[in-house]
């Protein structure tokens, strides 16, 4: 890699850490960032995945004291259940063509630009729908469905699992964001190890965005209570997201 490549690499990767610990959204601007140095979009995808996986884990540490349980499941099983769907969702990529995968990218970007752009309005809906009478069921599918889209496409993941929450009646807002870091940590992981042992993850890449994500995790983590103006910084990142999406579509 050139050192103008190296810098992409790295400015990518802690603006990714930061944005996933406040807002979500970082595989905006992960992907593409893999993707113009020359890898290959099945492993681009696989690589932001796993360089994801430092910036949850910074971003979970700074949210320890807020997690705790509200809903119909206890934390481990939460993990658990997300951690089947992310190796299902993983598999699910070891086995899509190259083209194919191009060829879908575009539409779960949009997907995930929707839903990270009306997530709030989404998450009140269903909290005010009375989201607490959800049971054992409906929380495991919920959990179970988000893990295996988290395992296939790391995209909008953060936006995905707190609507999850709310529907499974999780009402603390810090409580949900340190829940999302530690099954988005945990849902990451073992995709990674997935990609890892099917050869996809492109590894000089990888360690410059893991380290630059891991410092971004933590500061995003620190600073997410200080940050007054979130809709500025959600607008913001809509605006990467549809962007990502025409390019990848023009293209």
């Known amino acids: 890699m050139t050192i103008l490549e190296v810098l992409l690499l790295a400015v990518a990767g802690a603006a990714a850490g930061f944005l996933n610990a406040v807002a979500g959204g970082g595989t905006f601007l992960s992907l593409p960032a893999l993707i113009y140095v ?4 099945v492993s681009a995808n696989a690589t932001a995945t796993l360089t994801a996986l430092p910036g949850y884990a910074s971003s979970a540490w700074g949210f320890r004291h807020d997690v705790q349980s509200e809903g119909a499941l206890s934390l481990k ?3 658990g259940i997300g951690g089947i769907g992310s190796v299902l969702g993983a598999l699910l990529l070891t086995i899509t063509p190259g083209d194919t995968f191009l060829w879908v990218v575009p539409w779960l970007l949009l997907l995930s630009t929707f839903l990270f752009a009306f997530g ?3 998450l009140r809906k269903i909290q005010s729908g009375g989201a607490g009478k959800a049971g054992m069921a409906v929380s495991t599918a919920s959990i179970f469905a988000v893990s295996i889209y988290g395992g296939y496409f790391n995209g909008g993941l953060g936006i995905m699992l707190l609507a999850a929450f709310g529907l499974i009646g999780y ?4 409580c949900m964001n340190g829940l999302k870091s530690i099954l988005s940590a945990v849902v990451s992981l073992l995709s990674a190890v997935t990609f890892i042992a099917s050869g996809l993850i492109a590894w000089e890449q990888a360690l410059v965005m893991a380290a630059s994500s891991a410092i971004g995790g933590y500061l995003g983590a620190s600073m997410s209570r200080r940050i007054i103006k979130t809709n500025l910084m959600r607008q913001f990142v809509t605006v990467i997201g549809f962007t990502m999406t025409l390019v990848f ?3």
């Open 38 to 41: 020359g890898v290959s979009p």
């Open 120 to 122: 709030p309005n989404i």
């Open 171 to 174: 009402v603390n807002l810090h």
């Open 249 to 251: 579509l023009l293209h």
């Open 77 to 79: 099983a939460i993990a």
